[in-house]
C-alpha cells in the first residue's frame, strides 16, 4: 500500500545519505522552496547544480 511504500522510502533516507535516497529514483531536478522549508541544508549537497532562481524557489539539476 502507499503508506508503507512512503514509511519505506523514509527508513531509507534515514539510514543512508539524501544523495542515495534521491538516485534510488530517476529524478533530474529537484524544487525548493526556501521559505516553506529553511531547514534543508540542499545548497550544501554537492550532486546538485542551481540552475533556477527566483524569489524563494531554487530549481536543481540532479548530476548523475
Do not use: N
Not at 523514509?10 to 544523495?19: Q, Y
Not at 534521491?22 to 542551481?50: M, Q, S, T
Amino acid at each position: 500500500d502507499a503508506l508503507a511504500h512512503v514509511r519505506s522510502v523514509l527508513d531509507t533516507t534515514r539510514a543512508g545519505t539524501f544523495e542515495s535516497a534521491v538516485k534510488k529514483y530517476r529524478i533530474d531536478y529537484l524544487l525548493w522552496d526556501k521559505e516553506a522549508d529553511p531547514g534543508w541544508r540542499i545548497a550544501e549537497e554537492k550532486f546538485l547544480l542551481p540552475v533556477f532562481e527566483s524569489e524563494s524557489m531554487i530549481l536543481y539539476q540532479v548530476r548523475p
